[in-house]
């Protein structure tokens, strides 16, 4: 594998703190607005961020002839399907629990990559996926309990994480020509019209009216980790091989136990102290290449 370029370093950082940082965010909004209606803001938030950043990268709204389907596969995967199983695992188990349970990701991509497409393991990205998977089985031990508890939550947290990698594969396997962000902007949109119909027939009006606070996660959550966090991990998938796109992902639940630390003043326990040490050795071997 060649040397990873400090743009690609780059970019994998502001994406790690983008959606790493979000989750704290996350537990704010939903202790006042449903599910489905967080989820809604969140995706209008996004669209309009997106439909702004997109005419002023130059870039086209216009969608390649025949991409339509893969386009959709991509949307319903990466984006609708994600957000119902993530958040049918946060009614079963504490958010935090479910996104160590959504960030197996990896492990579903070396999976399928193996199994459906052959794609051939390396020894180094071998044990850079062994490490990854010590690293989630560190941050899921404590909370076995829990899940035995609540098998609901283990399947959707596990089920969101292999959604993610079908739609993973699905972008990085098809030729998108002239589409950067407006990627993003298509599956975000694609994803609306079925939440938004949920959350009027399921949720209903938020009462009471949440607060500014709460709003202000939702829209923030829409505006950044959403829109400019999804655009940049699509980039990312596209300038690396898919394993170890995947791979990079495993960072952001180590930052999001930091900013629960830091803003909700979470404790920080042995095993995701030991976590964290795995992830950096993960992603190391996973990044930087073999000496020859």
Known sequence: MNRVSPQVLALLAALTLMWGTNWPLFRIALDELPVLT??????IAGIAVLALVVPLR???????HGKWPALIAAAAFNMFIWNIATSMAVLYIPSGHASVLAYTMPLWVAFLGFVVFRQRLTPRLLLAIVVGAAAVLA?????FQSYGRAPAGLFWGLFAGFSWAVGTFIVKRTAWPGMGVSLTFWQATISLAPTLLGALVIDGLPQPWPSAKALAAALYTGAVPMALGTASWFALVKL???QVAALSSIAIPIVAIVSGVLILDEPLSALQAVAIASTVLSLWLALMPARR
């Open 139 to 143: 941050l899921m031990l404590p909370n």
């Open 58 to 64: 130059g870039e086209s709204f216009a969608v390649p």
């Open 240 to 242: 690396l091989p898919t």
């Open 38 to 43: 967080f989820r809604s803001i969140v995706l």
